[in-house]
């Protein structure tokens, strides 16, 4: 299982809250999950597929084009403003 990790807007989006697993076969990196959000989760998907969305995978942030494996931890980081 890969966990996924949704930090501010995106957890509330999603039924399950701000933490999801899903299965690790067929995914093979990062922009596997966007695919699998693309086709399960449209509106995640949507939104997390915003040019200034972060994600990190095992508390490192990565590009789209990065590994995963099973059991790793995948966040999605929002955008984040101060003044």
């Known amino acids: 299982m890969i966990n996924i990790r949704l930090f501010g807007k995106f957890g509330e989006i999603v039924a399950s809250g701000d933490q999801l697993s899903i299965s690790a076969d067929g995914i093979a990196s990062v922009e596997d999950i966007?695919?699998?959000?693309?086709?399960?989760i449209p509106q995640l998907h949507n939104q997390v597929s915003e040019p200034?969305?972060?994600?990190?995978?095992?508390?490192?942030?990565?590009?789209?084009?990065?590994?995963?494996?099973?059991?790793?931890?995948?966040?999605?980081?929002?955008?984040?403003?101060?003044g």
């Open 52 to 82: 200034q969305v972060m994600v990190a995978v095992n508390q490192n942030i990565v590009a789209r084009t990065t590994r995963v494996n099973d059991g790793d931890e995948v966040a999605f980081l929002p955008p984040v403003t101060g």
């Open 34 to 40: 966007y695919r699998y959000f693309a086709r399960e």
